[in-house]
């Protein structure tokens, strides 16, 4: 088959790759229905270094599960599944505590901007529908996959609950979906800091209350006039960037939470810094397997449409364009049609 490799930055090319197969008993293959193009893909897209060695790309996904391994139970072939970035046994100590994004034996997909994918420890990554979704469901499911599920994650890690006022820091796919999952804990004020006018447009349609265009002080000033000089209860950081991790911190209260799901590149604290602020900080890997039954019937009672956040479909044959538009900031999300 044909699938996305990426041979260095800014060097993506949709060539011939091995065929999947199942290598463990615990695996399975799935034809994907739909996949795209993650923010954190444009790291090494846009890095300076070179790659070690070539990389097949992709960790969202969603699709029909058409073979699995002799130890797989809880999926079979012909049901459709969406599964976490983050592969798990889904009953380990951590995964049972909730954070199977931290499993005993936790692996990172990758591999699935192609037209199969296999999935290791399919039984406690993957979770089928009863039901095959409609066409127009696809990308809905495909954003609980990842992008969602991390916006979710960094909503609850902030603390975001009824009553809360919330900033979200960061206006691409994740922190959009950061907007839309304020709005589901019970967010009273979303301030989405945003320049863009269409990404403005789509926090609004997802619960934003208030749009800051400014940053740094004036940013941080900005949020405190709206707030009566008190600042955000919850801060959801959504970039991974010094400048934004000081924005996120800049607007949280004392006592107050950032919840930070950006991967973070060279951020630093001081540990004086951090004392005197009196501010918690919690984040990483979004636990999404946890989220999946919640989000994935969200999606299919109608409830939530996250797959707006999809603003360029293309082929999967031309995936090198989907990262040169996300790379220009032309597109917020690709999704990418097998």
């Not at 699938?3 to 090319?13: I, K, L």
């Amino acid at each position: 088959m044909k699938a996305t490799v990426m041979h260095g930055p800014g060097d993506v090319r949709f060539e011939t790759v091995d065929d999947p197969k199942i290598l463990k008993p615990t695996d399975a293959i799935i034809q994907l229905s739909a996949t795209c193009i993650c923010g954190s893909d444009l790291w090494p897209y846009r890095s300076a270094a070179p790659f070690d060695a070539p990389m097949h790309m992709g960790h969202e996904y969603c699709g029909i599960v058409i073979e699995v391994g002799p130890d797989v139970k809880t999926v079979r072939p012909g049901q459709f599944v969406v599964g976490s970035f983050v592969l798990s046994d889904n009953t380990c100590p951590h995964c049972q505590f909730g954070f199977p994004s931290s499993c005993e034996q936790r692996e990172f997909m990758t591999g699935a901007q192609a037209p199969f994918a296999r999935v290791p420890l399919a039984d406690g990554t993957l979770l089928a529908t009863q039901d095959m979704p409609t066409a127009e469901q696809i990308p809905h499911m495909l954003a609980v996959s990842d992008v969602l599920g991390t916006g979710y994650y960094a909503a609850e890690a902030a603390g975001v609950k009824e009553g809360s006022t919330a900033v979200v820091v960061g206006d691409g796919a994740v922190g959009l979906m950061g907007v839309l999952s304020a709005k589901l804990r019970g967010a009273e004020r979303i301030i989405a800091m945003s320049r863009h006018p269409a990404r403005q447009k789509l926090a609004l349609e997802y619960g934003a209350t208030h749009i800051v265009e400014t940053r740094g002080d004036e940013g941080i000033s900005e949020v405190l006039e709206i707030t009566n000089g008190i600042g955000a209860d919850a801060v959801l950081e959504c970039v991974g960037l010094q400048q934004s991790m000081d924005q996120a911190m800049g607007v949280c209260r004392p006592g107050g939470s950032v919840g930070f799901v950006g991967v973070p590149h060279e951020v630093t604290f001081t540990g004086e810094g951090l004392f005197f602020q009196q501010k918690r900080l919690f984040g990483g890997p979004a636990p999404v397997r946890r989220y999946l039954p919640d989000l994935m019937d969200r999606v299919l009672k109608a409830e939530i449409e996250p797959g707006k956040v999809f603003d360029l479909e293309l082929p999967l044959d031309q995936v090198a364009e989907g990262y040169r538009a996300m790379d220009e900031r032309r597109a917020i999300k690709t999704l990418l049609r097998v």
